[in-house]
């Protein structure tokens, strides 16, 4: 089973970044997939889940931002992220296995987004 995240980086305020997580190793088609991001110095934070029927969920503090969206013919889970704010500014992780808003069976290793002027 593997997870791997990417298209993280550097954007000013108001900028978007487009994350991708692209899985392996198991029934993609047949999972609920989660991200979850880590600000500094801060424990972990669900953002956003997709079931495998796409249905979505967000958290709050995201919701008219960020949009979760999956790809089961190329086995990759997407989270398009609009209207950044540098308390967005975080490792994102892709996940499986929900056990609580804080803890997964898998996680990917993460990408970095930072937002900053």
């Known amino acids: 089973v593997q997870l791997v995240e990417s298209g993280g980086g550097l954007v000013q305020p108001g900028g978007s970044l487009r994350l991708s997580c692209a899985a392996s190793?198991?029934?993609?088609?047949?999972?609920?997939m989660y991200w979850v991001r880590q600000a500094p110095g801060k424990g972990l934070e669900w953002v956003s889940s997709?079931?495998?029927?796409?249905?979505?969920y967000y958290t709050d503090s995201v919701k008219g931002r960020f949009a979760v969206s999956r790809d089961n013919a190329k086995n990759t889970v997407y989270l398009q992220m609009n209207s950044l704010k540098p308390e967005d500014t975080a490792v994102y992780f892709c996940?499986?296995?929900?056990?609580?808003?804080?803890?997964?069976?898998?996680r990917g290793q993460g990408t970095q987004v930072t937002v900053s002027s």
């Open positions: 997709i079931s495998p029927g796409t249905y979505t």
């Open positions: 190793g198991f029934p993609f088609i047949s999972y609920y």
């Open positions: 996940a499986r296995d929900r056990v609580s808003d804080t803890i997964y069976g898998v």
